[in-house]
């Protein structure tokens, strides 16, 4: 019998931390096993976030390294320029990316970084106790925001539409966990992510929404539906850039 | 290179260039800074030499971003190095936490101004607890080291890099705004650079497991023995890296003490007094951590007293108690904020102390 479906080679053998139904699980494979078709493992180098993926490196089998909260960018902007034969790229959340590291975010997409930048929206902060993240809904109920966002709290920050305002970046796509055919896509953009670097494109980053039942506060079956009937809306999908 | 010396033949520079200078022949090969006076010469002068080196500057989008790119640099196993004045410094403290709990090499300059707040730009010492009690958050320190010359300050690179590699820490090169903007002649000579195997960097897993640099150890009794790791590591720099420089002491009843810009207006004093037939002697701390206690702690030395002059309301005067161990009168003067205790300020108050 011929085996047609294995563990990439890039995850370890460990079962992850991540909660039922989060997102993590499948982004974390979705790129290894991007970085095994791509013949990269020995070249990569991760720099994973501060936040819920902040332990990244017990699953992946390649080279990694942690960064200060919101700093990935800056952290990995250093690698990439000393050693430009490696392939390096940031794994981030939205509090990480987009509010703490909002300023390290736009200046290494700025500059044009050939990096590959892979950016997990859950539209709430995991790691600490489901707090509002920049992306949060307005009406969307966090420890923060207990009577639902309001406008003066922000509205959701699209950090993917506003970098893909800037001459440095090359490529964006937002896309989605929240169904099968979704995870696919996400996929080949990942790919597409990663090929970018390769061919030294420049700055390229893939938006992913994922879910997070634990505070959304509902079923992994009912936080698909969400991300597919409200996230959406707000989160369109496709390429930006 | 001719432009900046043969190596031989004296040129004249000023302490940040000269800074630039021993950090670029030490083999630096990652600068990342962001200007803020009076550092500004160290940075555009890395900007002007390092690319022509094959060498990699970047003005980071802030002192924040600066740090974190010395992080990424020093993963990768090179050199790497920032510079600030103190409101910046204070900026770098959290990746200089991170360096240390991941115990990676690096550089950091301050040359310090005026404080607290954006205070000004004149000359101060009043980052001295800053420096040597740790900084950021966590049990750690920073190796600090204070050269009171410009041909010093380009001595003090080769020295910090080493300590830092050899270490795997962070190495604070402290100066004042004096030291920074003036100019003195000096010889570049090529100092001491070693090879150190860095077998953790981050380069690609080919042909070998995977390396991982981190600080986060979540599982019960993993971040405590790392802490234990590090404090041995710190015993063992300050019984090994104490550096001072002394001048007298032998016979004297009164030493003053003073580091960095400041100890060359006490030397001065010193050998003014001197040759008026006073006892007086001289020890200029070197390493501000690991702090020279041993200049201090001398078996059979008679009745002595110490005057501590800083830029600063007594920061070092702190570490000199604690070192002489209540056997000998401990006085202070300082003055911070702009004020640069003067000649005739210093002797005044060792007129008082007799």
Redesign the interface.
Known sequence: MEKIYSRPRSLRENPTHYCPGCGHGIAHKLVAQVVDELDI?????A?APVGCA??A?DY?????????HG?AL??????K???PE?VVFTYQGDGDLAAIGT??T??AANRGENLTVIFINNAVYGMTGGQMAPTTLLGQKTATTPRGRVAQEGLPLKISELLAGLGGVKYVERVSMHAPAEVLKAKRALTQAFQNQIDGVGFSLVEILSPCPTYWGKSPQKSAEWIRDVMIKEFPLGRIK | MSARGNGHAKILMTGNEAIAEGAIRAGCRFYAGYPITPQNELTAYMARHMPQEGRVFIQAESELAAVNMVFGASATGVRAMTSSSSPGISLKQEGISYLAGCRLPAVIVNIMRGGPGLGNIAPSQADYFQATKGGGHGDYHSIVLAPASVEEAYRTMFDAFDLADTYRTPVMVLGDGMLGQMMEPLILEKGPVRQHAKTWALTGCRGRKPNIVRSLFLKEGVLEALNLQLQKKYKAIQQKEQRWEELLVEDASVILVAYGGMARIVKEAVRGLRAGHKKIGFIRPISLWPFPVKAFRRPGKKSVKYLVVEMSYGQMVEDVRLAVECRAPVEFFGRSGGGIPTEEEILKKLHTMS
């Open positions: 493992r020995e070249k990569v180098i720099i902040v332990i490196y992946w089998d390649f080279d990694c390294s942690e960064a200060a700093r800056a952290v990995a902007t250093a690698i320029r000393l050693r490696n300023n390290e736009i200046h």
